[in-house]
């Protein structure tokens, strides 16, 4: 079945960065985008960028420009979130959601992955 | 601040019906773009629930629906069960904010 699986929950201390992983499986990775977004606790959802990969093209949310980085391993059908400088108020948990475009919807979700920013 | 409007909370007794309004303006919801809604029950990760305004993705009952009307969207949820109970989001395009995604900020549904 089309699943996205995310890698394991992060301690951070400020400063420092994160790396998430997504590794996709069940459909054609290159076919779909890739669409990280965030939940602060008890808050709601935050997008955060776009990526294409199969071109490897990105967009990014305004607000974390200089901060995150998306990039992909087509040959194991992964895709990565690296959020830098952390703060305590990054502290969230991080999807990847699969979808097409701008426009459109996310029709599967990873599990998400804790990320706690903590000194 | 988020860009749509959503109540935080609703409530409803078994078997009622229940809306959920998003209120947008002329740069996502009013200029055509699409809404999309998403379930979140505690503790898991959102789900689809309505795509391209009023279209269900294949295993969602009927019982939820959506439509649009100038810059709002809303979800309607007929025969309202238990396992509803959960917090529900729209989703749309804003072209003022260099493309981006935008969320509501979400509302909880409570089944009394």
């Known amino acids: 079945q089309v699943q996205l699986v995310q890698s394991g929950a992060e301690v951070k201390k400020p400063g420092a960065p994160v790396k998430v992983s997504c590794k996709a499986s069940g459909y054609v990775f290159k076919t779909y985008d890739i669409f990280w977004v965030r939940q602060a606790t008890g808050r709601g959802l935050e997008w955060m960028g776009w990526?294409?990969?199969?071109?490897?093209?990105?967009g990014y949310a305004v607000r974390f420009q200089g901060r995150i980085t998306l990039t992909r391993s087509t040959s194991i059908n992964t895709a990565y979130m690296e959020l830098g400088s952390l703060r305590s108020e990054d502290t969230a948990v991080y999807y990847c959601?699969?979808?097409?475009?701008?426009?459109?919807?996310?029709?599967?979700w990873g599990q998400g992955t804790t990320v706690t920013v903590f000194s | 601040q988020t860009v749509l409007t959503q109540p935080p909370s609703v409530s409803g007794a078994p078997g009622q019906r229940v809306t959920i309004s998003c209120a947008g303006s002329s740069s996502n919801i009013g200029a055509g773009y699409r809404v999309h809604w998403y379930q979140q029950l505690p503790g898991t990760a959102p789900k689809l629930l309505i795509y391209d305004n009023t279209n269900r993705p294949s295993g969602v009952p009927d019982r939820f629906s959506g439509s649009n009307s100038g810059t709002s969207a809303s979800l309607a949820i007929t025969g309202l069960q238990a396992e509803d109970e959960a917090d529900y989001y729209c989703q749309s395009y804003d072209d003022r904010l260099s493309g981006s995604k935008v969320f509501g900020g979400g509302t909880k549904l409570t089944v009394l």
């Open positions: 959601a699969r979808g097409r475009g701008w426009l459109g919807h996310m029709d599967v």
């Open positions: 990526m294409n990969p199969n071109s490897g093209n990105t």
